[in-house]
């Protein structure tokens, strides 16, 4: 027979392991409502997180009465909570490279009319911090928050430069490797790609995320060889090599203000 404390110690990690799942739960859902980008109902979402709709509506409920989420539309669909917003800024006023690198971005674009991004890793993928539209007549799909494969992009050559072959193996996937479009890139190409980066202290990279675009992106550095962030800017495919190298020009001392000793 089991003594009292020993039953004791049985609930008690009962009872831990439950919260713990149910803190998972609560992650899951909201890295899900992240991923779709729009209000969903909570039968979809209990799909998307493989949760019984029980388990989902409880703890949709208990993170409404909280503010981080709310219900939209005819209240049947959920989605953020003005809560978290308010977080999200508190992270944005605490975190000077965040701060300092939205204004940057911010005159950049202003000043050559391109859209201009500051890009981090986030979770393994290459994620859109802050994007300032350009004031060309069509507009270049950009949008802060977007997150993509690594090897779809310049930035992503250079969030992983100076890591090793076999960590970038394990942060890159087969479906990684497959542009919008279906071309499949070579994983030695990108690993090339990356060195060739590191190097040149910036990346161009043409026609991979839609035909009508090019990227340029130089590092943003947080201590001596360690890449924090990026600054792009996305521009039409056909600018000339000229302006091309005028706008890795500024991008390269917009990120030296950024940069640790900038």
């Given amino acids: ?41 909570i039968g979809d979402l209990a799909k998307g997180v493989n949760a019984p709709r029980s ?57 050559t009319g391109e859209t201009s991004e500051l890009c981090m890793l986030q979770s393994g993928r290459y994620t859109i911090v802050h994007s300032s539209p350009g004031t060309r007549p069509f507009r270049i799909s950009s ?7 690594l090897p779809w992009t310049a930035s ?4 992983l430069a100076g890591l090793e072959r076999a960590e970038v193996e394990a942060m890159v996937s087969e479906d990684d490797l497959v542009l919008p479009d279906g071309r499949k890139l070579r994983l030695d190409d990108f690993i090339d790609d990356i060195a060739k980066a590191r190097v040149t202290g910036y990346c161009v990279t043409s026609g991979l995320v839609d035909a009508y675009t090019k990227c340029l992106a130089v590092p943003v550095f947080s201590a001596p060889g360690k ?36």
């Fill in 227 to 262: 890449v924090e962030a990026t600054m792009c800017l996305v521009v039409p495919i056909d600018t000339s090599e000229e302006r091309t190298g005028s706008l890795i020009g500024l991008l390269r001392d917009r990120a030296g203000r950024l940069s640790i000793g900038g």
């Fill in 1 to 41: 027979m089991q003594d009292g404390n020993a039953l004791a110690v049985s609930a008690d990690e009962k009872t831990t392991a439950s919260r713990e799942k149910g803190l998972n739960r609560v992650l899951e859902i909201l890295d899900f409502l992240h991923q779709t980008q729009r209000a969903i109902g």
């Fill in 143 to 149: 949008a802060t928050g977007l997150q993509i494969p």
């Fill in 156 to 159: 992503g050559r250079l969030l």
């Fill in 55 to 111: 388990t989902t509506y409880t703890l949709v409920r208990s993170l409404v009465d909280a503010g981080l989420l709310e219900m939209a539309g005819d209240g049947n669909r959920v989605y953020f909570g003005k809560k978290l917003y308010l977080y999200g800024m508190d992270y944005v006023r605490g975190n000077d490279l965040l701060r300092r690198g939205r204004q940057e971005v911010d005159h950049l674009s202003r000043e």
